[in-house]
């Protein structure tokens, strides 16, 4: 069935239909990686095993799309060199790096935790486009719910000091990861806009999983990592996040070539509502505490706060990039 038209894709009830869907898929991955840690028996510190747990993943979900893009008519191998090129950063960027840091960091934190700390990526979003687009500069709108979502950030974090006090509660293996590959996904998803307006999405997100995972793949392997234990559950829930991986940056990758990155971007905030609810309901995780509940309002509040355009950058036109003419 081929992806629906541009203009339907640009109108604001789809987008907001399919952005939900989306975030609700990557709020599930929170307790569905760890569970899978589970299943496989991969312990919090074997990081090689953990790359290869990812790279299957990956590389799975990009034969899933460029199979599909194949039954659709969609050419998935005459590609221009330059092309191919940009696919393979894409590729070893969105999915390589960031998910190593994503994997390591939720093995050393909670699941409730890592979907809050994620969502700075739609702050690093918006704080990037303000440079790249022309259309999406940075309003005091959009700079107070970052600095409102980041305050969030800043409360999950916070811990029982000395004397009863409140310290920050931060690792850089555990938290730190978790927000290096925010950062990493939010300049990678501009990189995508941009090369998308050349290339098929569905065919550019299939290359870019597959190149990254077999990345991942090799990586792993190369430092002793495996994958064992599979069984029918263990099993279900790999083929579940091949599933989420490809159908949710496909819908993604559609929606970021048809509207601004802002405008994209902004339903995150229903990523950590997911992410904690979730993690809560299947990993019995508590997001009754004040610390948790409050930076998950804090957080939702800003990425809502950023996406309330002006009348003025409503009506601008296009995609443009102040870096258009770059290679």
Known sequence: MPPPSPPRLADRKVVFLLALFCCLLWGSSYPAIKNGYALFGIAAGDI?????????????????LLAWAA??????????????????VLGLTQTTLQYVFFYVGLAHTSGVKSSIMNATGTFFSVLLAHFLYRNDRLSHGKA?????????????????????????????????????????????SIYGKRISQGIDPIVMTGWQLAIGGAALLAAGYALGGRLTGFTLASSALLAYLVLLSSLAISIWSLLLKYNRVSLVTAFN???????????????????????????????????WRVTQERPAAAAGGGTESKASAAT
Not at 48 to 64: D, E, I, M, P
Not at 77 to 87: D, E, F, K, M, S
Not at 162 to 178: Q, R
């Open 48 to 64: 090689a095993s953990k790359l290869v747990f990812a790279g299957w993943r990956f590389a799975f979900a990009g034969l899933a």
């Open 71 to 88: 039954l659709g008519g969609k050419a998935v191998r005459g590609l221009a060199p330059r092309a191919w090129g940009q696919i393979a």
């Open 144 to 188: 107070l719910g970052c600095a409102v979502g980041f305050a969030g950030v800043m409360i999950v974090n916070l811990g029982g000091g000395l004397g009863g006090l409140p310290a920050l509660d931060f690792t850089l293996l555990g938290e730190g990861f978790v927000v290096i590959a925010a950062f990493v996904l939010a300049a990678a």
């Open 269 to 303: 905030f229903m990523v950590p509502v997911f992410g904690a609810l979730l993690s809560a309901a299947f990993l019995g995780e508590s997001i009754l505490e004040w610390r948790n509940g409050l930076a998950l309002v804090l957080v939702c509040y800003g990425i």
